[in-house]
């Protein structure tokens, strides 16, 4: 079992970046595949991204790929989103999980799920 804790979220504007992190507990982060999603108020969760178990292969969604980079430190046991060019739609709370499946697009195919950290865009 791991337990996800996600930071880094707050408001910025319109054009900045951010970066949010994840951070798992327990000695079995790198056995995991890792997935970011976001989900905005009346909505339902979207699929970000994915990063393989060492962080060599990372695959995106069509509509954050170019802005939004995923990464990982398996030493540190962490997970990365890096955000540029912000917009107010991608105001939602951020969420990553950890699953078994490469490049798992669903919700459910992720076993853990962290409680999320806001990001609000304003414009």
């Known amino acids: 079992q791991v337990q996800l804790v996600e930071s880094g979220g707050g408001l910025v504007q319109a054009g900045d970046s951010l970066r949010v992190s994840c951070v798992a507990s327990?000695?079995?982060?790198?056995?995991?595949?890792m997935g970011w999603f976001r989900q905005a108020p009346g909505k339902g969760r979207e699929f970000l991204g994915t990063?393989?178990?060492?962080?060599?292969?990372?695959y995106y969604s069509d509509s954050v790929k170019g802005r939004f980079t995923i990464s990982r430190d398996n030493a540190k046991n962490t997970v990365y989103l890096q955000m540029n060019s912000l917009k107010p739609e991608d105001t939602a709370v951020y969420y990553c999980?950890?699953?078994?499946?490469?490049?798992?697009?669903?919700?459910?195919?992720?076993?853990?799920w962290g409680q999320g950290t806001q990001v609000t865009v304003s414009s």
């Open positions: 999980a950890a699953g078994a499946f490469s490049q798992a697009t669903t919700p459910g195919a992720y076993d853990y």
């Open positions: 327990g000695r079995t982060f790198r056995s995991y595949v």
């Open positions: 990063i393989s178990r060492t962080g060599y292969s990372t």
